[in-house]
């Protein structure tokens, strides 16, 4: 006799569409340039810094994204997820 699951399979909402970091050495921006476009859906991006900084997403076009960071002397990496919904 089989079991029933106590549970249902829920489709995820979004699919990891790309990953990868930049390293920061002096500056605070740097540009991300994506493998493929977007498939014209509107992309989530999750920005993660190694250090003590603030992260901001600017000028999000279909072939990559720019990342500001609140300081010109930050040194270390941020890492960055794309989302793309469905």
């Known amino acids: 006799?089989?079991?029933k699951p106590n549970f249902l399979p829920i489709k995820p909402f979004f699919t990891i569409f790309e990953?990868?970091?930049v390293t920061y050495t002096s500056g605070s921006k740097s540009t991300v340039t994506v493998e493929s476009d977007f498939r014209g859906k509107t992309p989530t991006v999750v920005l993660t810094p190694g250090g003590d900084v603030n992260t901001f997403v600017r000028n999000l076009s279909s072939t990559g994204f720019?990342?500001?960071?609140?300081?010109?002397?930050?040194?270390?990496?941020?890492y960055y997820h794309i989302y793309l919904p469905g």
């Open 66 to 78: 720019e990342i500001e960071v609140s300081s010109d002397n930050y040194q270390g990496n941020v």
């Open 19 to 21: 990953t990868g970091y």
């Open 1 to 3: 006799m089989a079991v």
